[in-house]
């Protein structure tokens, strides 16, 4: 079959499915979901894309049952999907009335969020040139199943998978600068190092990915064994068996989650010395 769906927000889905008989013994399955959707959230700044929260992905998936023998049935799935959006934004809805640095934080905040409102509910702010959220997963599984007889099934499930993930966002939706000269000695206190004497954006608080790496990054194999049946005439049914797993990172991990001042590239950990 192939099914397609249209919506607002320039939505449109496509998805696929095909059934092939190879022989009286072996059944393949084949399917395809690809679905876009324009971001819901508005962007009321000039930096970055034009709204968030929209949906790109695609995800495909096989599957092949072999009859080994009239008793013996041998079933394996293997799956892809990946996806690669804007993702998510926080909206900034409120702001104390001054803060520690002479109200330049929470002067921006409230003027913030009246541009927001302005611009109607669904509006955010944002200081990222390249927000994002990516995604990428496959996993395979195999299914063996053997029918001793009408009281006793044993069954054996092994898999293994693989998931990576990369955050690249603002993490409370502000878009602040720092006027000309007014951190230009830095504020020791507060752990704030001296910066330029120019206008410059203020990274408030942000969420990236460890330069050359991942948010995430692991590998899962799992092993399941298993006794299926009934006893005592149909009375009890039972099942028993082990279970393993072992999960793993693939790589070094982790997100950047820091206020920047003084840095020229965040991204690759290059700041100015303290």
Request: proline share 5%.
């Amino acid at each position: 079959y192939v099914e397609g769906s249209v919506g607002n927000y320039g939505m449109y889905r496509l998805q696929g499915v095909i059934n092939v008989p190879v022989s009286d013994t072996i059944r393949i399955r084949l399917g395809a979901d690809h679905q876009k959707r324009d971001g819901f959230m508005k962007n009321v700044t000039n930096i970055g894309p034009r709204a968030f929260d929209d949906i790109n992905y695609y995800a495909l998936r096989a599957s092949m049952v072999v009859d080994v023998t009239p008793d013996i049935e041998n079933y394996t799935i293997a799956s892809f999907i990946k996806s690669d959006n804007n993702g998510h934004i926080a909206k900034l809805v409120a702001a104390t009335p001054s803060d520690p640095f002479g109200g330049l934080l929470a002067n921006q905040a409230r003027a913030q969020y009246v541009k927001q409102d302005a611009a109607g509910f669904h509006s955010v702010a944002n200081d990222m040139a390249d927000p994002y959220q990516k995604m990428q997963s496959w996993q395979v599984i195999n299914n063996t199943k053997w029918q001793v007889n009408d009281n006793l099934t044993v069954r054996n499930i092994i898999s293994y998978a693989e998931l990576w993930s990369k955050t690249h966002t603002t993490l409370f939706g502000t878009n602040f600068t720092i006027p000309r000269g007014y951190f230009f000695g830095g504020l020791p206190e507060f752990g704030i190092n001296p910066v330029p004497n120019i206008t410059a954006p203020f990274n408030f608080a942000v969420i990236r990915h460890l330069p050359g790496s991942y948010s995430s990054n692991q590998s899962t194999f799992t092993e399941e064994f298993r006794l299926e049946g009934t006893a005592a005439d149909g009375r009890l049914t039972y099942q028993t068996g082990a279970y393993y797993e072992d999960s793993k990172p693939r790589s070094l991990i982790g997100s950047q989650s820091a206020t920047f001042i003084g840095c020229s590239n965040p991204d690759a950990l290059i700041c100015s010395a303290a």
